[in-house]
Structures are given as structure tokens and as C-alpha cells.
């Protein structure tokens, strides 16, 4: 058990560098939820983990400058140490002298003793050098751009074909900060008045979506997940953009609808709340573990009429359905400030494989899709080759599948030229989410 919020913090960065196959939102979520912090405390170490998490290249590159030796063969602990003293110094409103010392006493309480001397020592060199100075002693343009936005090259390199640089510097500040909170009134379980009424006793600041009834932009998501009301099912957390794409399913009384990756099951409880459970919704996924999580959510929201399967929707046939939702595995490149770690997981060739996926999913759910049913195709990445470029070369192999423009007059700033939904983190200020309609004629 964590002592300090510091060590908490060193405690699940380092988890997140020795084990790569878990998110940091998930190591951090398991440690914040056995400990007895306060709700300040705990979102002060969500700004640490994340913000070191976010900005672990521009971190390495004021350590660099300054360490003697190799620090890329230097060890784990070390790393995360120095990392999290220089964000303190660098980005918190932490005193630097409380920075520095606390960072060196946090090494002695964590058993890196022998290494409090190397942490001094360069955290007060960092202490007197600024961004400029750094920058400058990187001699190519993408290098120092990568440093600067603390952005891998690769994607940096991928985004300057398809983007302005004002636009990637815009993509790049959005992607470094603190994502916004957004929460789903559950609309079986609590009508407005109610739910408002709650968030006020609370003195939880918030902002109805004008765009989703249901949707609020919240200032504070730490307070609201220790209350009652969201474990009997008041609410979810779940980002206005994601609440576009579900919105565009449309349930109706009595259909059959497949949310074909579904996992943690987000979607698919607002198409059974939408539908006020007179829908019959079956939420698939390949993944037994994340499947646990659908069934959470279905026993939390109080959710009727669904049906969860694990069931590989790339080669198993899926249950026949008047709609089909395919949120498909991708890169995520349109959610990278609220996956801090996500940026440094993808590498180039993944896009290649996950379009393999992405292409086999898509053909393989169409079997299932009966005659002037609709699918939605979904992505929260802003890669084309996995939106636009993905159903462009699938189109053909749909049979009587045809494009259908979406026409609500509510999302017209959010769709593109040929019809999809594309909301742009730097301009919309959501996560980057695209998502086509396609429907089978008769």
C-alpha cells in the first residue's frame, strides 16, 4: 500500500514500463481504487501519472541533456523517478525545491536509495535550463517538433502528409492536455430533473449537451464515481463523441441490433437505453476478460433485452440483425489525450494489420445483416487508410450494400464531404471519431 501520492504515482508508472500489456488508465484505476486518498489527492496523482505519461518524450529529452551515461540502458525505476521530477518541475505548480526533494526522498522510500545523489544532481541541472535551450540542440525539423509536441516521429511524419502544421501543433496541444469529462444520464433509471437536482447537491459544475440530452460535460469525475447513484446505474462516463456515433444506430422498439465489439459496452448500453429495453441488443466480443466488463454494465445500467456472446466478429457468423454496429479495433489516433499511454504503444506498421482486421470484420458482419438493414462503421482513429480508405477498397465486396448520407441537420458541423461523421479533436474540442452508414438495399 502506497504512503504518499507520490509513491502511488511511482508505483503504477513503473507497473505500466515493466508490464506493456496494460493501459495506465487500468494500472492506475486499480491502485486509486485500494487506496484511502482524498478525492484532491487522487486527482493530483491522475495529473502526475498522466501528465509523465503524455510527456515521457519531452521528458527524456530534458534528462538526456543532462544525465551522464547511457539513460536509455539505465533502469526502470531510475527512469520513472527522473521523468516524474522533471514533469513536477517543468509542468505542475510544484514549489522546485519541493520538487527536487521530494523526488530524491521519494527514491530513498521506494528503495532506489543509491540513486537519490544522480536525481539531485540532474533535476537541478534541468532546473536552470529552459524549453528553448532543448530544442535547439535537436538539429532536424521533425525531430524537434516530435520533442516539442512529445509525439512519436512516425505519426508526426504520417499527419504532416494529410494536415497543415498548424493543424498537427492544434492536434498535438489537444492531445497533451487533460481530456473532458463527459457523463451519460442513464434515461430508464433518472429524467433531468432528478439527475440535476443530484449533481447540484454535490456542487458538481456541469453542461448539458445541446447536441445529446442525455450528455454532460462535468468538472469533476472522482467525486461522482465514489456516489450511490452510479452504481445503481444514474450514469456512465463516456465521451459526447462516442454518443454520436451510438445516436446514429437509431434503435427502434422491436429490432434486432448487434454491437459487434463491444467491449466495455459503452455503445450498447446507450442503444438499450435509447430503446427503453424494447429492443433486443446482443453485444458480441472476441475477449471473455472484456466481455466480464459488458456484463457489468449491463447489471449496473439495469439493462433489458441484451444478450452478451463472445464471438470473433472477423470470422464467426454473427446473429442475422436489422442493424449492426462495428466500433472496429484501430490505431486510436483520435483519442490520444484520453489514452496518454496510447502514443507510445502504436508503430507504423500496425495500421497495415489493423486494416486486415478491420476489412475482415466489416465483410464478415454483412452476411449477417438483413435485407434494408443499416451498418454503422465506426473508428476513433483519424488515420484515412482505416476510415474512408478502409470502406472505399470494401465497398465492392459488400453485395447491394450502398452509402447513406447522414442528414441530420444537428450534426452538420461534424460530417464530412461524402457524408460520414468526422469530428476533429482540434476543432470539435472531442475525441476524433469517424463513422459511416451503410445499408443494405433490397
Same mark, same amino acid.
Given at each position: 500500500?502506497?504512503?504518499?501520492?507520490? &509513491?502511488?504515482?511511482?508505483?503504477?508508472? !513503473?507497473?505500466?514500463?515493466?508490464?506493456?500489456?496494460? +493501459?495506465? $488508465? *487500468? %494500472?492506475?484505476?486499480?491502485?486509486?481504487?485500494?487506496?484511502?486518498?482524498?478525492?484532491?489527492?487522487?486527482?493530483?496523482?491522475?495529473?502526475?501519472?498522466?501528465?509523465?505519461?503524455?510527456?515521457?518524450?519531452?521528458?527524456?529529452?530534458?534528462?538526456?541533456?543532462?544525465?551522464?551515461?547511457?539513460?536509455?540502458?539505465?533502469?526502470?525505476?531510475?527512469?520513472?523517478?527522473?521523468?516524474?521530477?522533471?514533469?513536477?518541475?517543468?509542468?505542475?505548480?510544484?514549489?522546485?525545491?519541493?520538487?527536487?526533494?521530494?523526488?530524491?526522498?521519494?527514491?530513498?522510500?521506494?528503495?532506489?536509495?543509491?540513486?537519490?545523489?544522480?536525481?539531485?544532481?540532474?533535476?537541478?541541472?534541468?532546473?536552470?535550463?529552459?524549453?528553448?535551450?532543448?530544442?535547439?540542440?535537436?538539429?532536424?525539423?521533425?525531430?524537434?517538433?516530435?520533442? &516539442?509536441?512529445?509525439?512519436?516521429?512516425? !505519426?508526426?511524419?504520417?499527419?504532416?502528409?494529410?494536415? +497543415?502544421? $498548424? *493543424? %498537427?501543433?492544434?492536434?498535438?496541444?489537444?492531445?497533451?492536455?487533460?481530456?473532458?469529462?463527459?457523463?451519460?444520464?442513464?434515461?430508464?433509471?433518472?429524467?433531468?430533473?432528478?439527475?440535476?437536482?443530484?449533481?447540484?447537491?454535490?456542487?458538481?459544475?456541469?453542461?448539458?449537451?445541446?447536441?445529446?440530452?442525455?450528455?454532460?460535460?462535468?468538472?469533476?469525475?472522482?467525486?461522482?464515481?465514489?456516489?450511490?447513484?452510479?452504481?445503481?446505474?444514474?450514469?456512465?462516463?463516456?465521451?459526447?463523441?462516442?454518443?454520436?456515433?451510438?445516436?446514429?444506430?437509431?434503435?427502434?422498439?422491436?429490432?434486432?441490433?448487434?454491437?459487434?465489439?463491444?467491449?466495455?459496452?459503452?455503445?450498447?448500453?446507450?442503444?438499450?437505453?435509447?430503446?427503453?429495453?424494447?429492443?433486443?441488443?446482443?453485444?458480441?466480443?472476441?475477449?471473455?476478460?472484456?466481455?466480464?466488463?459488458?456484463?457489468?454494465?449491463?447489471?449496473?445500467?439495469?439493462?433489458?433485452?441484451?444478450?452478451?456472446?463472445?464471438?470473433?466478429?472477423?470470422?464467426?457468423?454473427?446473429?442475422?440483425?436489422?442493424?449492426?454496429?462495428?466500433?472496429?479495433?484501430?490505431?486510436?489516433?483520435?483519442?490520444?489525450?484520453?489514452?496518454?499511454?496510447?502514443?507510445?504503444?502504436?508503430?507504423?506498421?500496425?495500421?497495415?494489420?489493423?486494416?486486415?482486421?478491420?476489412?475482415?470484420?466489416?465483410?464478415?458482419?454483412?452476411?449477417?445483416?438483413?435485407?434494408?438493414?443499416?451498418?454503422?462503421?465506426?473508428?476513433?482513429?483519424?488515420?484515412?487508410?482505416?476510415?474512408?480508405?478502409?470502406?472505399?477498397?470494401?465497398?465492392?465486396?459488400?453485395?447491394?450494400?450502398?452509402?447513406?448520407?447522414?442528414?441530420?441537420?444537428?450534426?452538420?458541423?461534424?460530417?464530412?464531404?461524402?457524408?460520414?461523421?468526422?469530428?476533429?479533436?482540434?476543432?470539435?474540442?472531442?475525441?476524433?471519431?469517424?463513422?459511416?452508414?451503410?445499408?443494405?438495399?433490397?
Amino acid at each position: 500500500m502506497a504512503k504518499s501520492p507520490r &509513491e502511488l504515482a511511482y508505483n503504477a508508472l !513503473l507497473n505500466a514500463e515493466r508490464d506493456q500489456s496494460r +493501459s495506465i $488508465d *487500468e %494500472i492506475l484505476g486499480d491502485q486509486l481504487a485500494h487506496s484511502s486518498f482524498s478525492t484532491q489527492e487522487k486527482a493530483w496523482i491522475m495529473e502526475l501519472v498522466y501528465g509523465t505519461t503524455r510527456m515521457r518524450l519531452q521528458l527524456d529529452a530534458w534528462i538526456e541533456a543532462t544525465f551522464k551515461g547511457r539513460y536509455r540502458k539505465a533502469q526502470h525505476a531510475l527512469k520513472v523517478l527522473l521523468r516524474m521530477g522533471v514533469f513536477q518541475l517543468k509542468f505542475m505548480h510544484t514549489a522546485e525545491h519541493a520538487a527536487i526533494n521530494e523526488t530524491v526522498d521519494l527514491a530513498k522510500a521506494v528503495g532506489q536509495s543509491k540513486t537519490s545523489g544522480l536525481i539531485n544532481a540532474v533535476l537541478r541541472k534541468i532546473q536552470t535550463l529552459s524549453l528553448d535551450q532543448i530544442l535547439t540542440s535537436i538539429k532536424d525539423t521533425q525531430g524537434r517538433l516530435a520533442v &516539442e509536441t512529445s509525439h512519436p516521429e512516425w !505519426l508526426l511524419e504520417k499527419w504532416l502528409d494529410q494536415h +497543415s502544421l $498548424d *493543424e %498537427i501543433i492544434a492536434l498535438c496541444e489537444h492531445n497533451n492536455t487533460s481530456p473532458k469529462t463527459w457523463i451519460r444520464r442513464n434515461v430508464q433509471q433518472t429524467d433531468i430533473k432528478q439527475f440535476e437536482g443530484y449533481l447540484k447537491r454535490l456542487e458538481i459544475s456541469f453542461k448539458r449537451s445541446e447536441l445529446l440530452e442525455s450528455f454532460y460535460e462535468v468538472d469533476s469525475a472522482a467525486q461522482l464515481l465514489n456516489t450511490p447513484e452510479f452504481y445503481q446505474g444514474w450514469f456512465s462516463f463516456q465521451d459526447i463523441a462516442a454518443g454520436l456515433v451510438a445516436n446514429l444506430v437509431d434503435p427502434q422498439e422491436g429490432e434486432t441490433i448487434v454491437d459487434a465489439c463491444s467491449a466495455p459496452g459503452g455503445k450498447m448500453g446507450l442503444l438499450s437505453e435509447q430503446s427503453h429495453g424494447r429492443a433486443n441488443i446482443i453485444a458480441c466480443d472476441a475477449s471473455s476478460s472484456r466481455l466480464k466488463k459488458v456484463d457489468q454494465t449491463v447489471d449496473r445500467l439495469k439493462l433489458e433485452q441484451v444478450t452478451v456472446l463472445q464471438l470473433d466478429a472477423s470470422r464467426q457468423l454473427l446473429p442475422e440483425s436489422n442493424k449492426i454496429l462495428l466500433d472496429v479495433p484501430c490505431s486510436g489516433t483520435g483519442v490520444l489525450n484520453r489514452r496518454p499511454d496510447a502514443r507510445w504503444k502504436r508503430q507504423a506498421d500496425d495500421i497495415d494489420s489493423l486494416t486486415d482486421i478491420q476489412r475482415a470484420i466489416l465483410i464478415n458482419a454483412w452476411t449477417s445483416l438483413l435485407p434494408g438493414g443499416t451498418l454503422i462503421y465506426a473508428t476513433c482513429t483519424l488515420e484515412p487508410e482505416e476510415n474512408w480508405g478502409l470502406i472505399d477498397s470494401t465497398l465492392e465486396h459488400l453485395q447491394n450494400g450502398e452509402i447513406e448520407v447522414i442528414s441530420d441537420e444537428k450534426l452538420k458541423p461534424y460530417i464530412d464531404e461524402r457524408g460520414a461523421l468526422a469530428t476533429l479533436p482540434w476543432i470539435h474540442g472531442m475525441d476524433g471519431m469517424f463513422a459511416v452508414k451503410i445499408r443494405k438495399t433490397l
